[in-house]
């Protein structure tokens, strides 16, 4: 069963610049989220899908980051523009919601440099 | 709002010894509970997950308990090795949609 894909793996960008991240879930898997991890912190989530539909976006800072998920399957994440701050590495997980456990799995992340 | 801490924050400990490593959560009203090992630049891969309605899990060398009513999980490892050397994260799954929070792990390191 091939894992969660997600590309590119690293990108540096100046700041004020924008950039997009792909994820590719595990096939099958009907939730899919987005995390953004600061070095030395755990994940944070930024948003929750539910097939199209989005269940959670509380932490998702809207004025700059967008997040879709067309069809249920692929996600894209978008920063514009991008901050300083925005420095880290974006996860990107799926779950399968016909069990009760809602067990993820993650994918290798894209570490962002923003200078 | 849930809050999810683990202590140690980080952790030296020779070949060979058996140890603990702690997360505490504010809402005992959870869902699941599961733990990961996270290797330096590399995403996060799955150890245990143990449902609400459990005690405790086993895989190999680890083992995860889980008392909701005090708001703690403990993972057991037995027998450390180097390859053991890691940051491991609980998250806890809670609220509407099973809603993920994390711990901010503890940094393993296991010493020949």
């Known amino acids: 069963e091939a894992g969660v894909a997600q590309s590119p793996r690293y990108k540096i960008i100046e700041k004020r610049q924008s950039v997009a991240f792909w994820c590719n879930p595990i096939s099958g898997h009907a939730t899919l989220y987005w995390y953004q991890q600061i070095l030395g912190q755990g994940p944070k989530l930024l948003i929750q899908?539910?097939?199209?539909?989005?269940?959670?976006d509380s932490q998702l800072p809207k004025d700059r980051f967008s997040a879709e998920r067309l069809k249920g399957v692929d996600s894209t994440l978008k920063i514009q523009p991008a901050k300083l701050e925005d420095s880290a590495v974006y996860l990107c997980?799926?779950?399968?919601?016909?069990?009760?456990?809602?067990?993820?799995?993650f994918g290798p992340g894209t570490r962002l440099t923003v200078t | 709002k849930q809050e999810v801490t683990q202590i140690p924050a980080a952790l030296s400990v020779p070949e060979g010894e058996n140890l603990v490593l702690n997360c505490s959560f504010t809402d005992s009203a959870i869902y699941n509970l599961q733990w990961f090992r996270q290797d330096p630049g590399k995403g996060l891969t799955s150890l245990l997950l143990?449902?609400?309605?459990?005690r405790e899990q086993t895989s190999g060398r680890l083992n995860a308990s889980l008392d909701k009513s005090s708001g703690r999980s403990t993972l057991y490892i037995a027998a450390s090795q180097p390859g053991d050397s890691a940051t491991y994260l609980c998250?806890?799954?809670?609220?509407?949609?099973?809603?993920?929070?994390f711990g901010t792990g503890t940094k393993l390191q296991v010493i020949p």
């Open positions: 143990i449902q609400s309605s459990q």
């Open positions: 998250a806890v799954f809670s609220g509407g949609y099973q809603k993920v929070t």
């Open positions: 997980a799926s779950s399968y919601t016909g069990t009760v456990t809602y067990e993820q799995y």
């Open positions: 899908f539910q097939n199209n539909g989005v269940v959670d």
